[in-house]
């Protein structure tokens, strides 16, 4: 059961495009959706966050949509570039259980130059 | 301490040997998390602990492993009696309070059950 689905596993970009990854999730109790940047060789490092009461979060190149009636978001890199190349993972918890993080498997982007 | 650390990096074993994983969290954060990552899946929550308790082992195998938490010293994950399908990246990372959006993870252990 898969709470946390990311269909894409693996997307190419140019460098200096829009890179788009997309998440979807089954669970209406999600309250707070992550996204988590991982190189090789690395543990995963927090990249951006939404609260379930925004629709859009934004820092520097990276912006993160939340459509909950579609129980959907996005990550959105512009411009990409060569060093975004990595694993993208879509993450959520409830207020629940803030201590138990729902991960996707996760989507490979490169960025290509 | 610069960030969460992991050691070893890499562990090989054998079949129905023991694997023990350790973790020192970043200074100042008291809990500490670990999860699983098998091949071309995502992460997977094992277990939730703060110092001297677990607080949340529902993501943990029901036999062979466990995970401590002492006052002194890392946080151990242990694996008795590894078998192949025990073979993954496990990842800790730690943070100040309870919250997802405070968690810093380590780089992992690669377990190979050979």
């Known amino acids: 059961d898969q709470q946390v689905k990311q269909n894409s596993p693996s997307l190419s970009v140019q460098e200096g495009r829009i890179s788009i990854l997309n998440c979807d999730y089954t669970n209406s109790m999600f309250d707070y959706f992550l996204w988590y940047k991982k190189y090789p060789a690395e543990g995963p490092t927090f990249l951006i966050s939404i609260s379930s009461i925004k629709d859009k979060n934004e820092d520097g190149r990276f912006t993160v949509f939340l459509n909950k009636s579609a129980k959907h978001l996005s990550l959105h890199i512009v411009p990409s570039q060569p060093g975004d190349s990595a694993v993208y993972f879509c993450a959520a918890n409830t207020k629940t259980s803030y201590d138990k993080v729902i991960f996707g498997p996760g989507t490979s982007l490169s960025v290509i130059p | 301490n610069a960030g969460v650390m992991q050691n070893p990096r890499h562990l090989v074993r054998r079949r129905g040997q023991e694997a023990r994983l350790r973790c020192s969290p970043m200074k100042g954060h008291s809990h500490v998390y670990w999860y699983r990552q098998l091949p071309e899946e995502g992460l997977k929550f094992m277990v939730y602990?703060?110092?001297?308790?677990?607080?949340?082992e529902s993501g943990m195998p029901k036999e062979r492993f466990s995970a401590e938490f002492p006052k002194e010293g890392p946080s151990i994950l242990r694996i008795q009696q590894v078998v192949r399908g025990d073979s993954a990246a496990y990842f800790c990372a730690s943070s100040p309070g309870q919250g997802a959006h405070g968690y810093t993870f380590g780089s992992g252990t690669r377990l190979t059950v050979v």
């Open positions: 602990l703060q110092k001297e308790n677990i607080i949340d």
